[in-house]
């Protein structure tokens, strides 16, 4: 039987091991995830939060789960040289309607959600993997309640 390990408090949050797969439950308003945290689900439960990626070294990936509507959540890449690529799908309750958003791989280099236009809401869900040293593929869903507009951002 494997070893399951627990460790919380401090300004890491809490991370569960050995449960299928590590869950990262931040403690504070920002959080910068470590490469050995690959493969985790990090959940976002705070709704002023700021998650900054790690360097990205292909293969690596993190998947997020909305627990706590946002007000202003933001996954973040590393550095000004990283980007995000791919599509998520932004669906509104104002309408009951849908758009894809996507992410260029050479500008934008954050998620960030507010609860209303930009996604945000309890349930939300994405996944960024790395490709290379420098672009996170990104893949998922958002759910807004006003005007959905795109989620991505250049800082």
């Known amino acids: 039987m494997a070893k399951q390990e627990l460790s919380f408090g401090g300004t890491e949050g809490c991370v569960i091991s050995g449960l299928g797969r590590p869950v990262i439950l931040p403690a504070a308003a920002t959080r910068t995830l470590k490469a050995s945290e690959s493969g985790a689900l990090v959940m976002l439960d705070t709704a002023t939060q700021t998650i900054t990626l790690p360097v990205p070294v292909a293969g690596m990936y993190f998947e997020f789960y909305c627990s706590t509507t946002s007000t202003a959540q933001k996954v973040i890449t590393d550095s000004s040289a990283t980007f995000l690529l791919g599509t998520i799908f932004a ?24 609860g209303s236009t ?38």
């Open 91 to 114: 669906y509104t309750i104002a309408t009951a309607s849908g758009a894809g958003f996507a992410a260029n791989g050479t500008t934008h280099r954050a998620i960030a959600t507010n």
């Open 118 to 155: 930009t996604g945000g809401i309890v349930g939300d869900c994405y996944r960024v993997t790395a490709i290379n040293g420098t672009q996170w593929v990104i893949s998922g869903t958002t759910t807004g309640s006003g005007t959905i507009v795109t989620p991505f951002a250049t800082s």
